[in-house]
């Protein structure tokens, strides 16, 4: 069982940043592949972004490559996400996801790629 718990989310005005943060539990934090995802108000949950074991293969949702960025530090069994130039359509809960796997370069990019999900943080962009 892996525990996640996300935070960072809040206010941002358009063209503004944040940084979401993930600490996960329960298992080795480098067996654990990891990913961002978000729900817009209506909207079904969409992959935002993914992060390798190893940290360095990297896979984005083409709606933020080029604004976000994911990160980890094993050490501290934590994975960010930092959201540079925000827009009104960034608005959404995030979640931070979790699985095990053997291959240090695998990225998983759906929903059902996850097993362990955090409970979400509300980002919310002003225009």
């Known amino acids: ?3 996640l718990v996300e935070s960072g989310g809040g206010l941002a005005q358009a063209g503004g940043s944040l ?6 539990s329960g298992r ?4 654990l592949v990891m ?3 978000r729900q817009a108000p209506g909207k079904e949950r969409e992959f935002v972004a993914s992060i ?3 940290g360095v293969n990297k896979k984005y949702a083409d709606t933020v490559k080029d604004r976000f960025t994911v990160s980890r530090d094993n050490a501290k069994s934590t994975v960010y996400l ?3 130039n925000l827009t009104p359509e960034d ?5 931070c996801a979790a699985q095990t796997t053997t291959s240090p370069v695998w990225v998983g990019t759906s929903q ?4 362990w999900w955090g409970q979400g943080t509300q980002v919310t962009v002003s225009s």
């Open 52 to 54: 390798a074991r190893s």
């Open 28 to 31: 080795s934090f480098s067996t």
């Open 19 to 24: 940084r979401l943060s993930c600490v996960a």
């Open 82 to 84: 930092q959201m540079n």
């Open 35 to 37: 990913g961002w995802f």
């Open 91 to 95: 608005t959404a809960v995030y979640y």
């Open 1 to 3: 069982q892996v525990q």
């Open 112 to 115: 059902s790629s996850y097993d």
